[in-house]
């Protein structure tokens, strides 16, 4: 079955009791019993819900793989990864990686005893060279966030089984539609739901996506017992937006690459980073390991910091907002927004400055989206 078709298809069935086409929401918290312990799969919803199942089911489908457990948000997801380790365990992790997860790792995670060392998973090498005796995972982003960087998911799982540790891939940006990491190697695949996967922003969601049974099992254990579960209509709504998954990272990408272009060619802009661009310093093994680039752009404006933030805070058409991925486009300011938990002299060394700007493309009319960049860009 081809990508398109399991968007819309994999996991689902018209409901066996009504017919109907569209997944029923299965708003209950329980469910009767003909006798003690005796039931139709379902006895609480925390620990099973039908609508939360068929989601599980679709995203695995997508993934390629047999498994895969939502959870009430991506951090929530990102946690129960993280819990799979103990005190004393190493973690090797992407150097520039969502806000969210870096506060995830440094200021709670580490108390426990689970140590991290942040390098350029870009860099092979010093991925290699940051390996310990005691390294259970490496965990990457690609594309990263919010510098879209690109890392080599062969080379990094090569890395971590000679290790004897997993490879985990936060794929929110790529999607399953753009990028497979399991074909390359990855153990667990990490997605935001609540971005391009639902597409609407109207949802709050996350997921893990693996392929080894027992790895599911604790996964579904953490789940079930910590109760990080989306609710049904969360569920609903995020298999909505995936039957138009392929249709709208196909427009994002379109869009993006003609946005990039323009930009490039701005002579108040100082830097664009798009790994659809050859300018881009993994553009070739985006181009390798991904099918199109997706709707994320960089950009550092030739401009002071409170003109930078002036741009941001005037454009019309994107809207000024923490969140990406969806239909409407946005723009963000990561230093004060997305990653203001991350040090600052820590983003320095990735070449993410202060006046970086990101900017979330979304499927509207890209000459509407030009025009609008280029108002607010003229008064710099």
Known sequence: MKFNTKAVHAGEKPDSATGALATPIYQTSTYAQDAPNQHKGFDYSRAANPTRQILENNLAALENVDYAVAFSSGLAATSSVLNLFKQGDHVVASQDMYGGTYRLFKQLYEKYGVTFDFVDATNSDALQSAIKPNTKLVWIETPSNPLLKITDIKAAAAIAHDANARLAVDSTLATPHLQQPFSLGADLVVHSTTKYLNGHADVIGGAVCVKDKTLYEQLRFWQKSVGSVPGPLDCYLVLRGIKTLPLRMDQHSKNAMTVAQFLQSHPKVKRVIY????????????????????????????????????????????????????????????????????????????GFTDELIRLSIGIEDADDLIEDLEKALDPL
Request: charged share 20%.
């Open 275 to 350: 790994p659809g661009l050859q300018s881009h310093p993994q553009h070739e093994l985006a181009k390798k390991q991904m099918t199109a680039f997706s709707g994320m752009i960089a950009v550092e404006l030739d401009a002071s910091f409170e003109k930078a933030m002036a741009f941001a805070s005037n454009l019309e058409l994107f809207t000024l907002a923490e969140d990406l991925g969806g239909v409407k486009s946005l723009t963000c300011h990561p230093a004060s927004m997305t990653h203001a938990a991350v040090p600052k002299q820590e983003r320095l060394k990735t």
